[in-house]
């Protein structure tokens, strides 16, 4: 069993003070809940942002990023896992950033931390073309999961949650998904209804974060949840800014075993249709 709590947090835009103190806020309230892992939205510190050279960090042996620095340390403080959402910079080529005469290139980062240990580190696969982010972010091109306790669980960015393949190829390496986003109220039905589909065809829960607030001229409405593999929300809201949901992985192998739809899965048939 795991309690996890997903947050609803007005975050700003381009303000990481600000937003530093909305997160220690809810830091303090998840750990006197009993919170194993604390899951926050796309770019914590920063809102989605189309400027990534301004907020843009990076990261080598000798550079630990301010944001993850952050998270670090107060996961330490709480003995609490967090998962949050940062800027990378990093060159084209995977070289080190003190090459100047290179430009770096910038992706949409997903990472989790327990203390100073690294558990999970996704880059967003798909870059939302409809606003022009894949013009300034690069894709990702590695799906990642991690073991959280004695569940695991697999990590994905906003508008991923679109490619329901992504989310299939690693349905039998986790019993949860993590989708963290800024996922604005024009589309915020649309924001559910994927998530409990999710949950649905992968037998999976879904721990799901948006923010709330105003950011770069879109409004976000609460919308954080926690699905099981019937697509019920299980989260239980303890405050304006925290839900928090027991989860079980035994449950999800459970509901696997008893109602086994994956062994109908057609995998070298799909492969010829791409």
């Known amino acids: 069993m795991l309690r996890v709590g997903v947050t609803e947090l007005n975050i700003g835009f381009e303000n990481r003070e600000e937003a530093k103190k909305c997160c220690l ?15 926050f939205p796309e770019m914590t510190l920063t809102g989605f942002t189309m400027r990534p050279w301004l907020y843009a960090e990076s990261w080598d042996a000798d550079n630990i990023p301010d944001s993850v620095s952050f998270f670090m340390e107060n996961s330490r403080k709480y003995k609490m896992q967090m998962a949050f959402g940062y800027i990378r910079a990093v060159m084209a080529d995977s070289d080190k950033m003190d090459d100047e005469t290179k430009e770096p290139v910038y992706e949409n980062r997903l990472v989790l931390v327990d203390g100073e240990n690294v558990v999970l580190d996704y880059a967003k696969i798909h870059p939302f073309s409809y606003s022009g982010e894949d013009k300034v972010y690069r894709a990702g091109e590695k799906l990642v999961q991690a073991q959280v306790k004695d569940i695991r669980i697999g990590g994905y960015i906003c508008y991923d949650l679109r490619f ?14 993590m989708v963290i986003a800024n996922w604005p109220e024009t589309r915020a039905e649309q924001w559910k209804t994927l998530l409990k589909a999710r949950a649905i065809e992968n037998q999976a829960y879904v721990i799901a974060v948006n923010r709330v607030g105003d950011g770069d001229g879109l409004h976000y409405i609460p919308g954080s949840h926690v699905y099981d593999w019937l697509g019920r929300d299980v989260s239980i809201r303890v405050s304006e800014k925290l839900c928090v949901a027991d989860i079980d992985p035994g449950a999800v192998r459970h509901a696997r075993t008893e109602f086994p739809q994956t062994n109908d899965r057609k995998n070298t048939f799909y492969k010829m249709l791409y």
Request: charged share 30%.
């Open 25 to 39: 806020e809810v830091m303090e309230e998840a750990s006197a809940n009993g919170v194993e892992l604390l899951v």
């Open 164 to 177: 329901p393949e992504i989310f299939s190829a690693m349905r039998d390496q986790y019993e949860a998904i």
